[in-house]
């Protein structure tokens, strides 16, 4: 089996969460998003990046504005919509319980010899 593989599936898993936990709050362009999660060892490629967020704002999750740029062509700015918000909420209760489920099993086995 392929740990890499395994270890980028279970990245992709968790992207939306963490692209919407990111938005919260605050409006970023794609550059911005992806320097986030880079910063965070989350390494993202921009052709993972764009899709997601295609989906997210046909969704009705995102919304998204334009800005004139003084370093070059107008910005697509995205921010979460009030759907969005609430989505993003339950994704939180959602990770909360994951992770203390895993935590609850990975803590208590050791691995077989």
Same mark, same amino acid.
């Given at each position: 089996?392929?740990?890499?593989?395994?270890?980028?599936?279970?990245?992709?898993?968790?992207?939306?969460? &963490?692209?919407?936990?990111? !938005?919260?709050?605050?409006? &970023?362009?794609?550059?911005?998003?992806?320097?986030? !999660?880079?910063?965070?060892? +989350? +390494?993202?490629?921009?052709?993972?990046?764009?899709? +997601?967020?295609?989906?997210?704002?046909?969704?009705?999750?995102?919304?998204?504005? =334009?800005?004139?740029?003084?370093?070059?062509?107008?910005?697509?700015?995205?921010? !979460?919509?009030?759907?969005?918000?609430?989505? +993003?909420?339950? !994704?939180?209760?959602? =990770?909360?319980?994951?992770?203390?489920?895993?935590?609850?099993?990975?803590?208590?086995?050791?691995?077989?010899?």
């Amino acid at each position: 089996m392929n740990i890499e593989n395994t270890k980028a599936q279970m990245r992709k898993g968790i992207l939306e969460f &963490c692209i919407l936990s990111i !938005l919260q709050g605050r409006d &970023c362009y794609t550059s911005e998003i992806l320097d986030e !999660l880079k910063q965070a060892k +989350l +390494l993202v490629v921009e052709g993972t990046i764009y899709p +997601l967020l295609t989906r997210l704002k046909n969704d009705d999750l995102l919304s998204y504005r =334009w800005e004139e740029s003084n370093a070059g062509p107008p910005r697509k700015y995205y921010r !979460l919509t009030e759907q969005g918000v609430e989505f +993003l909420i339950e !994704l939180g209760k959602t =990770w909360t319980e994951l992770a203390e489920a895993v935590e609850k099993i990975t803590s208590n086995t050791q691995p077989h010899e």
